[in-house]
């Protein structure tokens, strides 16, 4: 089982910025896809941001592409998403998800989760 280990959010207003982190400890994860995905109240969970960590492919959502970035850093086995401009649109529970590298980037099967931390935007 691969365990992943969230870090971030919280309550900010419009306009400020966040960082979420996300690490696998005690795990190599050289050839995998990582990411967050979020999931607003009554909506369905969807994708922000995927990085790959061998080569550094990311893939962005229409949505936050420009505020957000994705980034990795391989001998922490961790991934960071920085959101910049935040907008009250941007409020959702955020996952860390990962998987082995197989399928492309966009793709939204993934085996492992996070617990989930929430972010909240204000107006």
């Known amino acids: 089982q691969v365990e992943l280990v969230e870090s971030g959010g919280g309550l900010v207003q419009a306009g400020d910025s966040l960082r979420l982190s996300c690490s696998v400890p005690g795990r190599t994860v050289n050839h995998y896809d990582m990411g967050w995905f979020r999931q607003a109240p009554g909506k369905e969970r969807e994708i922000v941001a995927i990085i790959r960590m061998t080569g550094g492919s990311t893939y962005y959502a229409d949505s936050v592409k420009g505020r957000f970035a994705i980034s990795k850093d391989n001998a922490k086995s961790t991934i960071v998403l920085q959101m910049n401009s935040l907008e009250p649109e941007d409020t959702a529970v955020y996952y860390c998800?990962?998987?082995?590298?197989?399928?492309?980037?966009?793709?939204?099967?993934?085996?492992?989760w996070g617990r989930g931390t929430q972010v909240t935007v204000s107006s």
């Open positions: 998800a990962a998987r082995i590298s197989r399928v492309s980037l966009s793709s939204t099967n993934y085996e492992y």
